[in-house]
T-cell receptor, first 117, second 112 residues
């Protein structure tokens, strides 16, 4: 079945450091890929998405590129801030005809990021 | 606020009691999803509705769990005879038949 694997955390960085969080997936067909962020005690917020191979999703300085050949969707940011400290989840959703697809999300186990001043 | 709203935010209950959670989706969204998230893990799919029809249920959704979405608007998730293993964050999400779902802040259940 479909699955998502993320690098384990926590990832601890100093402010302004470069961030990479690895994500690989296993899926049949061509899923949509997402990164969600979760702040302490809160629900999930969509950070960025990509729906087809070679698409680059970007938001708030974060980027991720849909790599079909390596089945990866790594999250990157050039300069992290203390306010980026959170748990980041990679997820996939099936992508078929709208009335035939549940679009349920399959999540990785999350990667905690801690940014120190 | 036009986002997904969940109530209550926190619930503490004794083992064996019944609990019910409510989710109000974004008003124009016709799909509503329930997920469960345990500590240190990613959310896991429980069930989803399109309008008032419940179209899929996960094997995680035991007989003690029931979800409804009357009239295709808000949804409720009820857990009967709660067990300590039910302690988790219960997340609701909504969408308009697309992979992009919007999540509520969740209901954290603690069974003591």
């Amino acid at each position: 079945g479909n699955s998502v694997t993320q690098m384990e955390g926590p990832v601890t960085l100093s402010e302004e450091a470069f961030l990479t969080i690895n994500c690989t997936y296993t899926a049949t067909g061509y899923p949509s890929l997402f990164w969600y962020v979760q702040y302490p005690g809160e629900g999930l917020q969509l950070l960025l998405k990509a729906t087809k191979a070679d698409d680059k999703g970007s938001n708030k300085g974060f980027e991720a590129t849909y790599r079909k050949e390596t089945t990866s969707f790594h999250l990157e940011k050039g300069s992290v801030q203390v306010s980026d400290s959170a748990v980041y989840f990679c997820a996939l959703s099936d992508q078929g005809a709208p009335m035939d697809s549940s679009y349920k999300l399959i999540f990785g186990s999350g990667t905690r990021l801690l940014v120190r001043p | 606020d036009t986002g997904v709203s969940q109530n209550p935010r926190h619930k503490i209950t004794k083992r064996g009691q019944n609990v019910t959670f409510r989710c109000d989706p974004i008003s124009e969204h016709n799909r509503l999803y329930w997920y469960r998230q345990t500590l240190g893990q990613g959310p896991e799919f429980l069930t989803y509705f399109q309008n008032e029809a419940q179209l899929e249920k996960s094997r995680l959704l035991s007989d003690r769990f029931s979800a409804e979405r009357p009239k295709g608007s808000f949804s409720t998730l009820e857990i009967q005879r709660t067990e300590q293993g039910d302690s988790a964050m219960y997340l609701c999400a909504s969408s308009f038949i697309s992979p992009e779902a919007f999540f509520g802040q969740g209901t954290r259940l603690t069974v003591v």
